[in-house]
């Protein structure tokens, strides 16, 4: 099967990458680069637990062709602590309990991101709205929204 | 009173989740590694005639295609050996294993198995435990369908009719349902590794139930099979015989090709494979005086166990003592049975038997309070269980504090229960109409006479005063680790940050059964604090002679060692320091047996809980009376939990449990039709998303219990088995129709009856 050139940019690092035509963002990120953060749970984008940021977008992983992404920029939960200082959305989740099992905790993450980098001060209705493609079968959501005010008080007055 | 227990510590598996350093299972990679991949039946009951492999075996990156021939033993289960690894002359299930096949990766492994010729002949199933009764065995060995019978037996229930004033017989039924653990099962197994035949990592939910398979299917050693826990995504009671099965083709491809194997399911093998919560059809008579005392109850509870026997001896066992609901009734006959069919099998799932009785015993009791003309709390208040009751099963209630009417008053007071259950009560118009409901319940904590109940730890100081601890219990997600942790640095007096919690590993941890039962702070927790303190017996003894003192003259608190009256003598570090260099052996094996219990299987009585967990959970609810549509409004959930050891995880179990009981009562079922299954993904099995939540408000009611570490007792399961009684309550009150079977959803609200499959035959 011919091979694709495809120039991505994950988590701030440029890669190269020959991919074939039915190669998923997922597999890309886990098999290739060794990203396995990013989670697969029913590989049909119901679940959400592949969240990741596609140009600012949160998207399903499993639901893109790598082929389709040339020239964009991919941001994974492992891009989110820098220089070792967790994001702000990060020490909530763990300050709040938002976390049981962890499986979900990746995408719920880049959902809950790409949400506050357009949306600084979210309602409690939008934050559902947002996770609302993303199952957690353990927390019943209550500590991860939580968490995501907290996380976008702290933002807010970061910027402040 | 206490510095680290009690208190909302951090989960101290938090930092790896939330970074994605994390591993579970499908993240693990080794040199070398193949990919397991199997195929699996195409008709839910059928004779295999043929298998033929050879096209698979020829084809290049393929390294193993294997059928049950090549499996040294079959047959495994915890408590009958009657489930397939791989199906051999017979399919049983929609999910059996026919072939399994190991190749260089997953596309070749995919072609592997289409390239595989099986040839079948379809036989008749029986999909429904009623007609199982009657039908010939399905398990051509065996003599009837019939897995378990339990019963229960109090006083005498001919008598108990004659004196009441009121008889209802009503029936209801509930349906299967997917744990649904976001994880799929991931497994790899590893040949030859340390010292052991083979190594199985993964998302494994017990340890040594895996590891007793392993063994068992390879004709090995306990001891030379490790079973290594990652980091597990949800298991719920789900990751137990399913995974252990996964576990046993992986090793078996592993020692065949010699190299590592990897198996991680897809969602729709998952849920093809995996089992369920039982299904159950229950027939309730109850009867009571005018003035709302229950005089007796009748029941029959058919459980349907699918095509292996898997947990079905034991799920009905918790039904048969339950089942009456927390209440004090002089006479009471139950039967519980459980029978094979050609459906899905059935098994452990969080509630474990608890959640289907609930549902119908808490109907039934608001159905009896509406023909006495009671209110729902009027009638629970007159027949609860109270400290010295008897329960049905003939145990006397006199060693811990039977909490019901504080659990109750609690939550209707935080949801304001009686105020809206009068209004709701009054006529309603319009498309859209509210109602309240409850459910209460007592739970046996731990698993009861059905098994041995004991648990060890390991704890060693090291000689800079921080600590290592291990278990033979196992995270699943809900904190273990981290409550360890606490009553470990507690009993210690050291900072969490002191303390390492270790993964479980069958060739290290001491063998503690399985965690389930919500027995893991209760039991696992005494081992803890049994192992902790003889390492603290040890440090206090070496520290109390080099100052002259007695060991009693000694507290542990904040990092150092204090006399009574307050006057630092000695940093921990140093005194490990000192006592490791002294010879002192600070590593120590803690054990736990829990106290005495019993049952009678023959008279049907006896005490089969050492003790027990009551919790009320109401439910507000509005229906769209156009649509069928329910929304739960708000939902209030006070437990008593004996003691919270972190009350922010305790809250999370709270509001984790009540989404999965909501979502078993509005929304959950697994679709299967004539034992095939219908809704194989998130796609159409639907669980409960942010948008479902109604405001939770979590009640944390502390009755310590003298047989728990710090008087804890369990919160994993009581979580989960109210919700859906509550909210059919509710929903009951606004539409003024009763509905008798789960879940409720748009058509059983609407129109009263399902539109879709299930229950395996319809």
């Known amino acids: ?139 019943g959501y209550e500590q991860i929204i939580e968490a995501i005010e907290s996380a976008a008080n702290e933002l807010q007055a970061a910027s402040h | 009173m ?176 997917e744990h649904g653990y976001l994880e799929p099962e991931a497994v790899v197994a590893v040949p030859h590794e340390n010292g052991s035949l083979v190594t199985v990592y993964g998302s494994v939910q017990n340890i040594f139930a895996t590891r007793d398979a392993v063994a068992r299917c390879l004709k090995a050693g306990l001891s030379e099979i490790r079973i290594v826990q990652n980091h597990i995504g949800g298991s719920f009671g789900g990751k137990d015989e399913v995974v252990s099965s996964m576990a046993c083709r992986a090793a078996i491809l592993a020692l065949k090709t010699n190299r590592p194997v990897k198996m991680v399911n897809t969602r729709e093998e998952s849920i093809v494979e995996s089992y369920k919560r039982h299904p159950y059809k229950m027939k309730y008579k109850v009867g009571a005086t005018k003035d709302g005392r229950l005089s007796a109850m009748e029941i029959e509870v058919v459980a349907d166990g699918g095509a292996y026997a898997c947990q079905t001896p034991f799920v009905p066992w918790r039904s048969v003592v339950q089942a009456t609901g927390p209440y004090e009734v002089p006479h009471v006959k139950t039967d519980t049975y459980g029978y094979y069919t050609n459906n899905v099998y059935t098994g452990a799932m969080r509630g474990y038997g608890s959640p289907q009785v609930i549902f119908a015993n808490e109907s039934l009791m608001d159905e009896l309070a509406q023909e006495l003309g009671l209110s729902p709390l009027e009638i629970r208040m007159k027949n609860i269980l109270r400290n010295g009751s008897v329960t049905a099963s003939g145990q006397k209630l006199d060693r811990h504090e039977v909490s019901l009417a504080e659990v109750i008053e609690k939550a209707a007071k935080a949801i304001d229960f009686e105020e809206k259950y009068k209004r709701y009560s009054k006529p309603q118009s319009g498309d859209t109409r509210r109602g309240i409901g409850m459910a209460i319940s007592y739970r046996g904590c731990s698993l009861g006479a059905e098994a041995v109940d004991a648990a060890g730890a390991v704890l060693s100081i090291q000689k800079d005063g921080s600590v290592y601890l291990y278990s033979g219990l196992a995270e699943n997600g809900q904190g273990l680790k981290t409550v360890f942790c606490q009553i470990a640095a507690e009993e210690l007096g050291v900072g969490m940050k002191h303390v390492t919690f270790l993964e479980a590993n069958t060739l ?157 009562g509005i929304l959950e079922e697994v679709e299967i039709d004539e034992g095939y299954i219908l809704n194989l993904n998130f796609d159409n099995y639907l669980m409960p998303t942010s948008k479902d939540m109604p405001t939770i408000i979590p009640i944390i009611v502390e009755n310590p219990d003298p047989d728990g570490p710090y008087g804890a007792k369990s919160i994993g399961e009581p979580t989960l088995e109210l919700g859906a009684a509550a909210i059919a309550n509710a929903i009951a009150q606004a539409t003024g129709k009763r509905i008798r079977s789960l879940p409720l959803n748009l058509e059983r609200v609407l129109l009263g009856y399902p539109l879709k499959k299930g229950r395996g035959k319809k």
């Open chain 1, 1 to 139: 099967m011919s091979k694709i050139e495809v120039n991505i940019t994950v988590n701030g690092a440029k890669h190269r990458l020959e991919v074939g035509p039915k190669e998923r963002l997922i597999d890309t990120l886990r098999e290739r680069l060794h990203l396995t953060g990013t989670k697969e749970g029913c590989g049909v984008g119901e679940c959400g637990a592949c969240t990741v940021i596609l140009d600012g977008e949160a998207v399903h992983s499993c639901l893109i062709l790598t082929a389709q992404v040339d020239g964009s920029e991919v941001l994974t939960v492992e891009g989110l602590e820098v220089d070792g200082r967790l994001h702000p959305l990060q020490e909530a989740f763990i300050q709040h309990h938002a976390i049981q099992c962890g499986f979900c905790t990746p995408g719920m993450l880049m959902s809950a991101k790409a949400l506050l980098d357009k949306n600084p001060n979210p309602t409690r209705e939008e934050i559902k709205t947002a996770i609302e493609g993303n199952l957690c079968r353990c927390t």
């Open chain 2, 2 to 177: 206490f510095s680290t227990v009690n208190k909302p510590v951090e989960r101290i598996d938090a930092y790896e989740k939330v970074t994605g350093r994390a591993k579970y299972g499908a993240d693990l990679q080794f040199a070398g590694m193949l990919y397991g991949k199997v195929l699996r039946a195409r008709y839910p009951s059928a004779k295999i005639k043929k298998i033929n492999v050879e096209r698979a075996r020829s084809l290049p990156g393929v390294w193993a295609v294997m059928t049950a021939e090549d499996v040294p033993c079959n047959e495994i289960g915890v408590i009958i050996q009657d489930q397939q690894i791989l199906a051999k002359e017979r399919v049983y299930y929609i999910g059996d294993g026919i072939a399994m096949v190991a190749a260089e990766s997953l596309e070749t492994a995919a072609r592997a198995l289409e390239a595989i010729e099986v040839e079948y002949e379809e036989i008749p199933g029986v999909f429904c435990p009623i007609e199982a009764k009657n039908e010939s065995p399905i398990h051509p060995d065996r003599r009837d369908n019939e897995i378990i019978h339990h019963k229960l037996r109090k006083g005498d229930v001919n008598k108990g009719f004659a004196d009441s004033d009121v008889i209802l017989n009503r029936e209801y039924d509930t349906q299967f349902v």
């Open chain 2, 508 to 664: 290290i941890s001491p063998d503690s059964g399985s965690t389930v039962a919500s027995r893991s702070t209760l039991v696992g927790g005494n081992a803890v604090l049994n192992a902790a303190r003889r390492a603290k017996d040890a440090l206090s003894k070496f520290v109390a002679d080099q100052f002259g003192l007695s060991s009693s003259d000694l507290v542990f608190e904040d990092d150092y060692l204090f006399t009574l009256d307050g006057k630092k003598l000695i940093s921990f570090a140093e005194a490990a320091n000192k006592a490791f260099w002294a010879g002192v052996q600070l590593s120590h094996v803690g054990w736990y047996v829990a106290p005495s219990i019993h049952w009678d299987e023959e008279a049907g009585k006896g005490n089969p809980y050492f003790t027990y967990v009551y919790a009320c959970q109401m439910a507000e609810v509005e229906v769209d009376m156009g649509t069928g549509e329910v929304t739960v409004l708000n939902m209030a959930a006070a437990h008593d939990v004996g003691r919270a050891i972190n009350p922010e995880m305790l809250k999370g179990q709270i509001y984790g449990g009540v989404m999965m009981g909501l979502g078993y």
